[in-house]
């Protein structure tokens, strides 16, 4: 079992930056990978980043944004951060932690609560 702890989001303006917090806790969490998800209304889930163990491992989903966002993870404490910059009001959304089994990432794993992330001008 994997608790995931999500915080970080709220009100921000466009071009602005946001870093969004996931503490994880259970046991062997080194065996999974932490990844971030976005969800407009009316659309599905959408993978935004995704990272293992060692910060070479993340990897990108977005293509359009990708660049402007970083995932990292702290091991010592089993945090995982979401950075965006240059905030667009398109990056309004509901964000989610998730946490997958390293080899069975096809399965849905565990889910953080989402937090709210609004960009308005």
């Known amino acids: 079992q994997v608790q995931l702890v999500t915080s970080g989001g709220g009100l921000a303006q466009p071009g602005g930056s946001l870093r969004l917090s996931c503490a994880a806790s259970?046991?062997?969490?080194?065996?999974?990978?932490m990844g971030w998800y976005r969800q407009t209304p009316g659309n599905k889930r959408e993978l935004v980043a995704r990272?293992?163990?060692?910060?070479?491992?993340?990897?990108y989903f977005v293509d359009d944004v990708k660049d402007l966002f970083i995932i990292s993870r702290d091991n010592a404490k089993n945090t995982v951060y979401l950075q965006k910059n240059k905030l667009m009001t398109a990056d309004t959304a509901v964000y989610y932690c998730?946490?997958?089994?390293?080899?069975?990432?096809?399965?849905?794993?565990?889910w953080g609560q989402g937090v709210q992330v609004t960009v308005f001008s």
């Open positions: 990272i293992c163990v060692s910060a070479t491992s993340a990897k």
């Open positions: 259970g046991s062997n969490l080194n065996t999974y990978a």
């Open positions: 998730n946490a997958r089994k390293l080899g069975r990432l096809d399965e849905d794993g565990y």
